[in-house]
């Protein structure tokens, strides 16, 4: 690489996708004006792209189980004040036609597609949906979501190249092909969005049973829980497993290896989580070193904020 292509990268941008847009508003209305007054606490090669999530009780939810109680008009306000696009996480993958009524999930396409500026997002997975919203709420964009569990190569391309996605978030063990990764265009490569600290085992393979599952349970049916097979099942996620996982990207690997091959969108996993996990994720990905202590002093000492 020569020094201006290495000047060139060092201009590029890594856009993090961030987990909680109404399940951890009270987090982020701390933790984004840092952000905006205190740049210099905070990698200058990192940005954030979008934050996602959907409320408690949203039948077009999956992935996880929705218990975002922020309402959502203070949600989008937020979003429209720092110019930060909201994503809406409808990835439920068993909808029907019967569903696309519901009233809660059109009022919240309502409200986001035109709030402010930026361009808000819906993550998806049916194609009823995407239809729906598509001609209904034409001011989205879409992001293709990992719940397909994307983890044929050629399935993945065909998948980036579907024009009505913007993004496109494969099964985390597409992660290290980077070999396959490298033979993409740079418009493909612009559309890939990594899911980085994924904890799941590597070898799951049942992944797609455990998100039909969530899916069931928004849509209110009775159903029992999935059991996960999982060694480490019974521990819950942890982002110190995560770390160790063969899927795992870390700040190195983005800057070392990401970013010079031409990707830039990164996905932060997490919305079940407690909002002290989050801020831990958020200081690893975002935050210098020498400045982690700062920004976790100025979270922690507001007494107004529950992070556990």
Same mark, same amino acid.
């Given at each position: 690489?020569?020094?201006?292509?290495?000047?060139? %990268?060092?201009?590029?941008?890594?856009?993090?996708?961030?987990?909680?847009?109404?399940?951890?508003?009270?987090?982020?209305?701390?933790?984004?004006?840092?952000?905006?007054?205190?740049?210099?606490?905070?990698?200058?090669?990192?940005?954030?792209? =979008?934050?996602?999530?959907?409320?408690?009780?949203?039948?077009?939810?999956?992935?996880?189980?929705?218990?975002?109680?922020?309402?959502?008009?203070?949600?989008?306000?937020?979003?429209?004040?720092?110019?930060?696009?909201?994503?809406?996480?409808?990835?439920?993958?068993?909808?029907?036609?019967?569903?696309?009524? #519901?009233?809660?999930?059109?009022?919240?396409?309502?409200?986001?597609?035109?709030?402010?500026?930026?361009?808000?997002?819906?993550?998806?997975?049916?194609?009823?949906?995407?239809?729906?919203?598509?001609?209904?709420?034409?001011?989205?964009?879409?992001? =293709?979501?990992?719940? *397909?569990?994307?983890?044929?190569?050629?399935?993945?391309?065909?998948?980036?190249?579907?024009?009505?996605?913007?993004?496109? %978030?494969?099964?985390?063990?597409?992660?290290?092909?980077?070999?396959?990764?490298?033979?993409?265009?740079?418009?493909?490569?612009?559309?890939?969005?990594?899911?980085?600290?994924?904890?799941?085992?590597? #070898?799951?393979?049942?992944?797609?049973?455990?998100?039909?599952?969530?899916?069931?349970?928004?849509?209110?049916?009775?159903?029992?829980?999935?059991?996960?097979?999982?060694?480490?099942?019974?521990?819950?996620? =942890?982002?110190?497993?995560?770390?160790?996982?063969?899927?795992?990207?870390?700040?190195? #690997?983005?800057?070392?290896?990401?970013?010079?091959?031409?990707?830039?969108?990164?996905?932060?996993?997490?919305?079940?989580?407690?909002?002290?996990?989050?801020?831990?994720?958020?200081?690893?990905?975002?935050?210098?070193?020498?400045?982690?202590? *700062? %920004?976790?002093?100025?979270?922690?000492?507001?007494?107004?904020?529950?992070?556990?």
């Amino acid at each position: 690489m020569t020094l201006t292509d290495y000047n060139e %990268v060092q201009k590029i941008k890594a856009y993090y996708h961030l987990p909680g847009l109404f399940e951890f508003y009270d987090l982020y209305s701390k933790f984004l004006p840092l952000f905006r007054t205190h740049r210099e606490y905070f990698y200058d090669w990192c940005e954030i792209g =979008s934050i996602y999530g959907a409320p408690m009780d949203c039948i077009w939810g999956g992935g996880r189980v929705g218990f975002g109680e922020e309402e959502a008009g203070r949600v989008a306000a937020l979003m429209r004040e720092y110019g930060i696009s909201a994503r809406l996480t409808f990835s439920n993958s068993l909808l029907k036609e019967e569903h696309l009524a #519901d009233k809660k999930c059109n009022e919240l396409c309502a409200m986001f597609e035109k709030s402010g500026a930026t361009s808000n997002g819906v993550i998806i997975y049916s194609d009823i949906l995407l239809e729906y919203i598509k001609d209904k709420y034409p001011g989205y964009y879409f992001v =293709s979501s990992t719940t *397909k569990v994307i983890t044929d190569f050629n399935e993945f391309i065909d998948e980036l190249n579907r024009e009505e996605f913007s993004y496109v %978030v494969p099964d985390f063990r597409l992660n290290r092909e980077l070999d396959k990764l490298n033979t993409l265009t740079s418009e493909q490569k612009r559309k890939v969005e990594f899911l980085c600290n994924e904890c799941c085992a590597f #070898d799951c393979r049942e992944r797609k049973k455990c998100y039909e599952n969530v899916s069931r349970k928004s849509l209110g049916e009775e159903c029992a829980d999935h059991i996960c097979a999982s060694p480490n099942a019974t521990r819950g996620y =942890s982002f110190s497993d995560a770390m160790v996982n063969p899927g795992f990207i870390g700040t190195d #690997d983005i800057v070392n290896t990401y970013i010079p091959a031409g990707f830039t969108n990164f996905k932060i996993e997490g919305r079940s989580l407690g909002s002290a996990v989050i801020l831990e994720m958020l200081l690893y990905y975002m935050v210098k070193p020498e400045h982690r202590l *700062k %920004v976790r002093e100025e979270i922690y000492l507001d007494s107004m904020l529950d992070l556990f």
